[in-house]
């Protein structure tokens, strides 16, 4: 029951943000991405991404199936041209793997915190809470960073007692390189959310 409720919620919600993504222009952010992550695919290098400050996980994840599609088509996509807008909704569309991310783990911590029904409507209210919705239309860098960083405390809160090293400090710290790989701010709000646990 609870992997169709995830499973509904997550298609619903992701309906939503196609039909979005196809109407939606393109953000200030969202043509650099593309074209440095597709760089990044040809070329091998995050070089570019490094000079500018801007983490490369998001960017690579939404540009994967592009660059598989010039591999399998021997073509390069001309993003100053017409290819923009349909690189940007395929970029859109590979980005909400993050989306997915987030809303099974809301259902893990609010089952956590209240039960299976406290992990349900955790998912409900996320996939449809309009800020969430708007960031998951895009194919920028925010939904990727709480999708790591919400294990990252789920992790940290459930593993403090625990004797095993790996459970301390092996999962939260890999969920946490996650959210660095996501977007440079969770150096900020990673040791945030371990205080604010910690002082709980």
């Known amino acids: ?36 992550g597709l760089d990044a695919w040809r070329k091998g290098s995050h070089a570019t ?6 983490m ?3 960017a690579d994840v939404a540009t994967l199936p592009l660059y598989l599609y010039e591999r399998v088509t021997g073509t390069q996509l001309d993003l100053r041209t017409g290819d923009l807008s349909t690189a940007l909704f395929c970029a859109r569309a590979a980005s909400l793997i993050f989306w997915w991310q987030l809303l099974f783990f809301a259902g893990v911590v609010g089952r956590h915190l209240a039960g299976p029904w406290g992990g349900r409507l955790s998912i409900a209210f996320l996939a449809c809470e309009p800020n969430f919705l708007a960031h998951a239309a895009l194919a920028t860098t925010d939904i990727a960073a ?31 390189g996650g959210a660095l790989f996501a977007k440079a701010s969770a150096l900020a709000y990673g040791p945030l959310a371990w205080l604010i646990i910690e002082t709980h």
């Open 49 to 54: 991404f490094m000079r500018i400050g801007t």
């Open 56 to 58: 490369p996980l998001p």
């Open 1 to 36: 029951v609870d992997w169709l409720w995830l499973a509904g919620w997550a298609a619903a919600s992701s309906l939503w943000c196609l039909t979005a993504a196809a109407e939606l222009g393109a953000t200030f952010d969202e043509p650099g991405y593309v074209r440095f």
């Open 146 to 176: 709480a999708a790591f960083l919400l294990p990252t405390a789920y992790y940290f809160a459930r593993g403090r007692e625990q004797s095993s090293w790996w459970r301390r400090i092996g999962i939260p710290a890999l969920w946490f």
